[in-house]
C-alpha cells in the first residue's frame, strides 16, 4: 500500500521550531517531487514549499521564506520542513504530497496531514 505519512506536529511557542516529516511507504520518493500545504480553519489551502526530485530545487512561498527549509533524504525515503521563528499564524494543518515537479498543479499521494499550534 502505497502512502504518505507526516509526523512531527504539536503545540509550539511563538518564536519556537518544529520539523515535520514525511515518510513514504510502498513506493519510492526519489523520483517524485514533495510539496508541502497547510490549512488554517476558515481558510484554503496554501502551498508553501516544494522540492524537486533533482538538483534538488526548492521552493518557498513568501509566507515562509527565511523561515521554512524543505529538505529530503532519499535513503530514508523521507522529505523535511524543517521551520524556525514559527509565528501564530503558522497554526494550521500541515500536508504533504508528491508530483512530478513543482510546477505541476496534480498530486499523487497525500498525507494525512499534521497539525501545528503555535500559541503563548
Known amino acids: 500500500q502505497q502512502k504518505l505519512v507526516e509526523s512531527g506536529g504539536g503545540l509550539v511557542q511563538p518564536g519556537g521550531s518544529l520539523r515535520l516529516s514525511c515518510a513514504a511507504s510502498?513506493?519510492?520518493?526519489?523520483?517524485?517531487?514533495v510539496a508541502w500545504f497547510r490549512q488554517a480553519p476558515g481558510k484554503e489551502r496554501e502551498k508553501i514549499s516544494c522540492?524537486?526530485?533533482?538538483?534538488?530545487?526548492?521552493y518557498y512561498s513568501d509566507s515562509v521564506k527565511g523561515r521554512f527549509t524543505v529538505s529530503r533524504d532519499n535513503a530514508k525515503n523521507t522529505a523535511y520542513l524543517q521551520m524556525n521563528s514559527l509565528k501564530l499564524e503558522d497554526t494550521a494543518v500541515y500536508y504533504c504530497a508528491t508530483t512530478w515537479f513543482c510546477a505541476r498543479g496534480t498530486y499523487e499521494y497525500w498525507g494525512q496531514g499534521t497539525q501545528v499550534t503555535v500559541s503563548s
Open positions: 510502498g513506493f519510492s520518493l526519489a523520483n517524485s517531487a
Open positions: 522540492i524537486s526530485s533533482s538538483d534538488p530545487s526548492t
